[in-house]
């Protein structure tokens, strides 16, 4: 019998319950629109965003597609520097998580400055005088309420701002690993052309210890002028050089694989002709090139901007000794109801812990940028005396020494083929000669590998080809 009673009285008052559940709702609706509107325009917005965006938007054109639809050179075809960094930047892991690293962190500015979300409720008392009078009186047991929590003035603000350092110390980053990825692909590309040119070094050493072996062969056959012991010698020579050049080409295998796992290629692809390009040093003085990197290298940038990340974070552990504020808005018993209410930041000894905590993590990344600002300009000292180191090589080797040696080898070469001369001075001239060759092929790598450590800590492009 309860039962029908209750259907009967529901039946009966809907119309009733309709009219006036209305404005209820109405008024509820009208809150969530507001609560809405307040959410979405009254989210600060930091000085920077905009520019930081469009800077990873321009940055991460090499990224719109799939690695796999990606037009990448073809470096069976040609290997040459551009070509292989350019693939470096296209196809390499690594830069590429760095690059997403920066988007997340700049999607996380609107979510620190936002509100939350507000809180709707509703609650509906059975008692026994609410059954009885279900239909006449149900509209004025239904209460609902809308709360909003509002965080005192500054908070936000500086969360947003807190998050923008973050995500500008992530874009500096994305460019640190850019150069890291530069040094690493330049260095192994460096380290892969030294080999080729001790290949061709070598190579050609073969080919003139064959010649002087046919030479002493013939002289100790046809003239009997020399002895058995220095075609020994020989022999032993040609046996180093070709047990030298499959050490190489052992060398090539290993030194391929490192150079394709830069670029995220398959260990055992091929590559195209290797090639040392024309580099020069910069003219600028060690004076002028440390105000370069301090001014642009990317971990220095990164650490500026960790600084003022974390001189956020003290402000606004500072801000916690404020109040925030609830306000909410709603109905109860069909009469309009409103509330607010604020948070008491009683405990103060949570938050003083809070602001020495921000005050020693800010101080401790002041001491990483010290220490990371000497550590640089050691690098920018290195790398610039290995290329001054590399250069005088090559200017003293190639240009001066180079040439007198082979002319003294041309003579005694001359002189041996005519009868005369002596096998071991030629032998101990060769090898002189294969030192030279040796040492000015490994320099003119060597320039290549201090010029791109001179670029990691400069922070800075100093050849058009190394512009991904």
Not at 411 to 432: E, N, P, W
Request: proline share 3%; hydrophobic share 45%; charged share 25%.
């Amino acid at each position: 019998m309860l039962f029908y009673f209750l259907v009967l009285n529901l039946c009966s008052g809907m119309i009733t319950i309709m009219l006036n559940i209305k404005h209820i709702f109405f008024a509820l609706l009208l809150l969530a629109t507001l609560g809405f509107a307040a959410c979405r325009f009254v989210t600060p917005s930091p000085l920077g965003e905009k520019a930081e965006r469009e800077k990873a938007v321009q940055a991460g054109a090499p990224f719109a597609q799939p690695v796999e639809k990606r037009a990448l050179p073809d470096l069976a075809t040609s290997a040459s520097l551009p070509a292989v960094l350019e693939y470096a930047f296209n196809a390499n892991g690594t830069i590429e998580a760095a690059y997403r690293e920066w988007r997340g962190a700049l999607e996380r500015v609107p979510q620190a400055g936002a509100l939350s979300d507000p809180k709707i409720s509703f609650d509906f008392l059975f008692s026994n005088q609410n059954i009885k009078s279900f239909s006449q009186t149900f509209y004025k047991t239904i209460n609902g309420m809308l709360e909003q929590d509002f965080e005192n003035y500054g908070k936000r603000e500086a969360k947003a701002q807190q998050a923008l350092l973050d995500a500008q110390a992530a874009g500096e980053r994305f460019r640190g690993e850019k150069y890291k990825l530069q040094k690493r692909v330049a260095q192994a590309y460096a380290a892969l052309a030294l080999n080729n040119a001790l290949l061709d070094i070598n190579a050609k050493n073969l080919n003139l210890l064959r010649r002087m072996d046919e030479t002493a062969s013939h002289r100790y056959h046809a003239m009997e002028q020399n002895s058995l012991v220095d075609l020994r010698k020989l022999e032993g020579e040609i046996l180093k050089a070709e047990s030298d050049r499959r050490a190489l080409k052992i060398s090539s295998a290993t030194l391929s694989a490192d150079l394709n796992a830069a670029l995220n290629r398959t260990a055992t692809a091929a590559w195209g002709a290797v090639a040392l390009p024309e580099i020069v040093r910069p003219a600028d003085t060690e004076a002028a090139l440390f105000e370069r990197a301090v001014q642009h290298n990317p971990e220095l940038a990164a650490l500026k901007k960790e600084i003022e990340s974390r001189g956020a974070a003290q402000t606004l552990a500072e801000l916690q000794k404020r109040p925030d504020y609830n306000v909410g808005i709603g109905v109860e018993e069909g009469y309009p109801k409103l509330s607010a209410g604020m948070t008491l930041p009683i405990y103060r000894e949570k938050i003083r812990a809070g602001i020495a905590e921000a005050l020693a993590m800010r101080q401790a990344s002041e001491a990483k940028f010290r220490a990371a600002h000497f550590d640089v300009q050691g690098r920018v000292v290195i790398a610039l005396s290995g290329l001054r180191d590399s250069e005088r090589v090559i200017a003293d080797y190639r240009e001066r020494i180079l040439p007198k040696t082979r002319e003294m080898i041309d003579a005694q070469m001359s002189a041996y083929a005519s009868g005369g001369g002596d096998l071991i001075d030629i032998l101990d001239a060769q090898r002189l000669l294969l030192d030279f060759q040796t040492l000015i092929a490994r320099a003119e790598s060597d320039r290549l590998r201090y010029l791109a450590d001179l670029e990691e800590a400069l922070g800075e492009d100093l050849f058009d080809f190394h512009t991904p």
